[in-house]
Structure formats: structure tokens, C-alpha cells
């Protein structure tokens, strides 16, 4: 298959060749990524400047191109005709920390899948935590074999795969889970402080997230131990709803 892989951590990240180690050996793998770290940036896309292309060599040789585009820029290029070919498949990742439940909504990483099905190409955003280890190899791994499976079965292209690995060595994972996305609990605060010319500024962070591990989430199934591989849709319409609202008397 022809697999165009990125990510939100940069193009140097070791998690984005560790993805190119795995597939390269069977797939057309070609890599447009950030030239800087776009971690919580979520679905970001550049319309108000151009944007630069450099090839670039990476750790091990591999060539590669690098943006000063969003992971969702690196996305759109490919897809509007940057490559040769289009890409039959999109991958994000591996990136540097979780991607569950909520936080798809803030992720760089997911939001380059997310390109990818709004431009009409199938992808997988794939996720481990850097705690105890950054196992990126055992996440590229996982993406391997489901690679495999998406070449052989196919996967319609409205469908995004959101996978997370738990940071453990291969065979102490568990196996692999279908799930929904779960509930995470962000417990930021405002930090307000003062700089030397007395004017105020702020940060926002707090402690760790909380995470309900509901059965059949993906916060379960990490906490399980077992890859999660979560399939996500961009209709975000609430269907349960709709006659409700057409009952309310909503004239104009």
C-alpha cells in the first residue's frame, strides 16, 4: 500500500521512524512531517501564509520531507497532490504519551487522521505513554499487523482507527481490545503570575488526569493492559436528539 506516515511530534521523532521501520519493509511508507512539535495544537490547518517543504535525512538514513506546516498541512499535501500518487493510507504517530478519550479533541496526532478521512483516505493515529519506557517499537508493531489487516479487509474512508498501546514490552500486553472512547477528567487550574515589568501573565496546567476506566473504553483497556483500537467517525451529530429538537417550538 501506498502510506503516507506523520505526526505532531516533529520530524525527528523517534516514535515517527520507528513507524517507518515497521511498514517500510512491505508498504510504499513516504513521511511529510512537522519541522517543530505541534503537540495540543488539535485540527489546525494553515490558510494565511504558504507553506515550506524541505527534504530532510533522518537518524537512519531515511529520507523524508519536512513542513513548517500543521500534522494536518502534512496530510493536506499529500492529498492535494504534493506526492506523485495520493496515499492509500494515512498513519499518525507513534506519538509521545496517550491519546484517550477526550483527548482526541486537543490531539495533533489524531487530527492528521482526521485529515486524512475528510480528504477522502482511511487513518490510523497511534499513541503510547513514555512511562516507564517510549516502547515506540512494540506500537509500531501493533500498527503492523493492523496495517496488514486494513490492506487485506479494507477500511472504508470515512473510518479514522484511534489505536494506544500500552507502554509495556510485547509480551506482557494483554491483547487487543475493540473499544469506545472512555471519559478522562482534566483537572487544570489558571496560574496567574507577575513579570518583572508588573504586568500579569498565566498558566494553565493542574495535576494528572483522572481516568474512568468504564468497561468496554479505551481507558479500560489500557489500564487492562491491551491495545486499544477505538474506530471514530467525524459525524459528530447527536441522532438521539434530533427529534427532541424538532418538537421545541423554534419558529423565526
Same mark, same amino acid.
Given at each position: 500500500?501506498?502510506?503516507?506516515?506523520?505526526?505532531?511530534?516533529?520530524?525527528?521523532?523517534?516514535?515517527?521512524?520507528?513507524?517507518?521501520?515497521?511498514?517500510?519493509?512491505? =508498504?510504499?511508507?513516504?513521511? !511529510?512531517? %512537522?519541522?517543530?512539535?505541534? $503537540?495540543?495544537?488539535? =485540527?489546525?490547518?494553515?490558510?494565511?501564509?504558504?507553506?515550506?517543504?524541505? #527534504?530532510?535525512?533522518?537518524? /537512519?538514513?531515511?529520507?523524508?520531507?519536512?513542513?513548517?506546516? $500543521?500534522?494536518?498541512?502534512?496530510?493536506?499535501?499529500?492529498?492535494?497532490?504534493?506526492?506523485?500518487?495520493? %496515499?492509500?493510507?494515512?498513519?499518525?504517530?507513534?506519538?509521545?504519551?496517550?491519546?484517550?478519550?477526550?483527548?482526541?479533541?486537543?490531539?495533533?496526532?489524531?487530527?492528521?487522521?482526521?485529515?486524512?478521512?475528510?480528504?477522502?483516505?482511511?487513518? !490510523?493515529?497511534?499513541?503510547?505513554?513514555? #512511562?516507564?519506557?517510549?516502547?515506540?517499537?512494540?506500537?509500531?508493531?501493533?500498527?503492523?499487523?493492523?496495517?496488514? #489487516?486494513?490492506?487485506?479487509?479494507?477500511? /472504508?474512508?470515512?473510518?479514522?482507527?484511534?489505536?494506544?498501546? %500500552? $507502554?509495556?514490552?510485547?509480551?506482557?500486553?494483554?491483547?487487543?481490545?475493540?473499544?469506545?472512547?472512555?471519559?478522562?477528567?482534566? #483537572?487544570?487550574?489558571?496560574?496567574?503570575?507577575?513579570?518583572?515589568?508588573?504586568?500579569?501573565?498565566?498558566?494553565?496546567?493542574?495535576?494528572?488526569?483522572?481516568? =474512568? %476506566?468504564?468497561?468496554?473504553?479505551?481507558?479500560?483497556?489500557?489500564?487492562?493492559?491491551?491495545?486499544? !483500537?477505538?474506530? !471514530?467517525?467525524?459525524?459528530?451529530?447527536?441522532?438521539?436528539?434530533?427529534?427532541?429538537?424538532? $418538537?421545541?417550538?423554534?419558529?423565526?
Amino acid at each position: 500500500m501506498r502510506v503516507l506516515l506523520t505526526n505532531d511530534d516533529g520530524v525527528n521523532s523517534e516514535g515517527l521512524l520507528a513507524l517507518h521501520t515497521a511498514l517500510s519493509p512491505r =508498504h510504499q511508507a513516504t513521511i !511529510i512531517a %512537522p519541522d517543530r512539535n505541534w $503537540s495540543i495544537t488539535g =485540527h489546525n490547518r494553515t490558510m494565511d501564509r504558504p507553506i515550506r517543504v524541505n #527534504q530532510v535525512t533522518l537518524a /537512519d538514513g531515511t529520507l523524508a520531507y519536512s513542513s513548517d506546516g $500543521s500534522p494536518a498541512d502534512c496530510v493536506a499535501l499529500a492529498a492535494l497532490g504534493f506526492l506523485p500518487e495520493v %496515499p492509500e493510507l494515512v498513519v499518525s504517530g507513534v506519538n509521545s504519551g496517550f491519546n484517550l478519550a477526550d483527548d482526541i479533541t486537543y490531539s495533533g496526532t489524531v487530527a492528521a487522521a482526521m485529515e486524512a478521512v475528510i480528504s477522502g483516505i482511511p487513518g !490510523i493515529a497511534v499513541s503510547t505513554d513514555t #512511562q516507564p519506557l517510549w516502547r515506540t517499537d512494540v506500537a509500531a508493531a501493533a500498527v503492523a499487523r493492523l496495517v496488514q #489487516q486494513v490492506e487485506e479487509r479494507g477500511l /472504508d474512508n470515512s473510518i479514522l482507527l484511534n489505536v494506544n498501546v %500500552p $507502554s509495556l514490552p510485547h509480551d506482557d500486553i494483554a491483547g487487543v481490545r475493540i473499544t469506545r472512547l472512555g471519559k478522562r477528567v482534566y #483537572q487544570d487550574r489558571l496560574i496567574e503570575r507577575i513579570d518583572p515589568r508588573g504586568r500579569k501573565y498565566y498558566w494553565m496546567g493542574g495535576l494528572e488526569v483522572t481516568n =474512568h %476506566p468504564e468497561e468496554g473504553s479505551d481507558v479500560a483497556a489500557i489500564e487492562a493492559g491491551f491495545v486499544s !483500537i477505538t474506530p !471514530i467517525h467525524l459525524d459528530l451529530t447527536n441522532h438521539r436528539l434530533l427529534e427532541t429538537l424538532r $418538537s421545541w417550538d423554534l419558529r423565526f
